[in-house]
């Protein structure tokens, strides 16, 4: 089965800090993507970062890092620095080379606290 | 370019009518999706298309729901006879050539509103 587990419901940090979302993954294909998206409360979904199961190192775009371990099937997306505009709602998903669609974890609520 | 463009933002409806939604993806992307997202949860997977051609429809979407893409351009999302549960927000997102895992480009949604 594809799944997608992300066990935080929702978070409380302070503007500044560092900040860990989790996320692990299920699958059988040996080629697959790993895609985080932000969803503010416009509803937009934000394209964030992608790591692919073969890359060797860990994505990085701007003040967003993945933190890929493969033999764990985890895929935690590390934000730093975090700003009151980083509230939002973030989901993790996943797509199978194998497969035209995202399969998507129920998502963490990040709240940045002044 | 100004990225996916989706109409109306928001629909309320009765129970039993049709509805018909529009999706403008990014004008060089050849990949159209719909997903479906209700309230507090992540999106659920409808439909894809590459140029015209839809390539996959999930078994969520009963009969009731049809989608085309003519001339591998612009996307309609069709619900006839629509049901309460059918109440949430449709994204369509669009990417582009190459490989499959380039991102996927949103956009603001429709949010359906079934009374």
């Known amino acids: 089965a594809q799944k997608i587990t992300q066990t935080q419901p929702g978070m409380f940090v302070q503007e500044k800090e560092a900040v860990t979302l989790d996320c692990t993954y299920d699958t059988s294909d040996p080629s697959y993507g790993l895609f985080w998206y932000k969803q503010p409360s416009s509803g937009e979904m934000i394209f964030l970062i992608y790591q692919g199961s073969y890359d060797q190192q860990n994505a990085t775009e701007g003040r967003y890092s993945l933190n890929f371990q493969k033999a764990r099937k985890s895929a935690n997306l590390v934000i730093s620095a975090s700003q009151l505009g980083d509230s939002a709602m973030y989901f993790c998903?996943?797509?199978?080379?194998?497969?035209?669609?995202?399969?998507w974890g129920a998502g963490t609520k990040l709240i940045i606290k002044p | 370019d100004t990225g996916v463009s989706q109409n109306p933002r928001h629909k309320i409806t009765k129970r039993g009518q049709n509805v018909t939604f529009r999706c403008d993806p990014i004008?060089?992307?050849?990949?159209l999706y719909w997903y479906r997202q209700t309230l507090g949860q992540g999106p659920e997977f409808l439909t894809y298309f590459q140029n015209e051609a839809q390539l996959e429809k999930s078994r969520l979407l009963s009969d009731r729901f049809s989608a085309e893409r003519p001339k591998g351009s612009f996307s309609t999302l069709e619900i006839q006879r629509t049901e309460q549960g059918d109440s949430a927000m449709y994204l369509c997102?669009?990417?582009?050539?190459?490989?499959?895992?380039?991102?996927?480009?949103f956009g603001q949604g429709t949010r359906l509103t079934v009374v």
């Open positions: 004008s060089e992307h050849n990949r």
């Open positions: 998903a996943m797509r199978p080379d194998s497969n035209y669609q995202l399969i």
């Open positions: 997102a669009s990417s582009g050539f190459g490989a499959m895992n380039t991102e996927a480009f």
